[in-house]
């Protein structure tokens, strides 16, 4: 987890409220990237950025926003959490699109 | 789907013996990475191994490469309680387009003292 937080650790939310998880990298990679991660689905990519301004959609991106103002941070808002959004977060970057991604240590989310 | 497979979903052994997970997967790759997640954490890189490379050795951890068959092993040698964790296979895509790593769902190895 080193170079790379996220915060929050934990939340828990209402349906309807937004919601933003915070990535913060102190490693200068170009890419950062969002999962979510589920019982028997892995880890599936919502979101990722390569660079400042640069980002993509992933797997599962509806219902899910970024924003990299900076290289150092990636937001994920989630404009109106539902109860399907209920998942463990993380993020990782890498410094090229194949190479090894380092994780941080996961948001663990709850929509009620 | 590109997702990697992993076999067996779960996998029980005692300290000392050895522990073997397989991932299968459909498209041709650029590389495929194994990852260990222990309950609770991120996960951690093990080892990459190209599209152009058949075996990787890491300390305790053997990682072979079948493009023929699309399939790959991670075999852990004389494990460890501190080896119980979940296992992924991440896959990406030789013909990758605005997508990244694909990870199957894990094997999660229980390793009992």
């Known amino acids: 987890d080193a170079g790379i937080t996220q915060s929050p650790r934990h939340k828990v939310t209402e349906t309807g409220t937004p919601v933003t998880l915070r990535c913060h990298q102190t490693?200068?990679?170009?890419?950062m990237y969002w999962y979510r991660q589920d019982p028997g689905h892995g880890l599936r990519l919502i979101h990722y950025?390569?660079?400042?301004?640069?980002?993509d959609k992933g797997e599962v991106s509806d219902g899910y926003s970024v924003s990299r103002s900076k290289t150092e941070d990636f937001l994920l808002t989630l404009e109106s959490a539902t109860s399907s959004q209920t998942s463990v977060y993380f993020c990782?970057?890498?410094?090229?699109?194949?190479?090894?991604?380092?994780f941080g240590p996961g948001t663990r989310l709850t929509v009620l | 789907s590109q997702q990697g497979e992993e076999d067996p979903q779960a996998l029980s052994i005692q300290e000392g013996e050895n522990a073997t997970m397989n991932c299968s997967y459909k498209t041709s790759i650029n590389n495929l990475q194994w990852y260990r997640q222990n309950s609770g954490r991120g996960l951690v890189h093990l080892i990459l191994i190209r599209s152009n490379e058949r075996e990787k050795h890491s300390g305790r951890l053997r990682v072979t490469l079948d493009t023929s068959k699309k399939s790959s092993s991670l075999l852990i040698t004389a494990s460890r309680a501190a080896d119980t964790a979940s296992y992924f296979c991440?896959?990406?895509?030789?013909?990758?387009?605005?997508?990244?790593?694909?990870f199957g769902p894990g094997t999660r190895l229980s390793v009992l003292p």
């Open positions: 490693e200068n990679h170009r890419y």
């Open positions: 950025s390569y660079g400042v301004k640069d980002t």
């Open positions: 991440a896959i990406c895509p030789a013909d990758n387009y605005g997508q990244n790593f694909v």
């Open positions: 990782a970057i890498s410094e090229a699109r194949r190479d090894t991604q380092y």
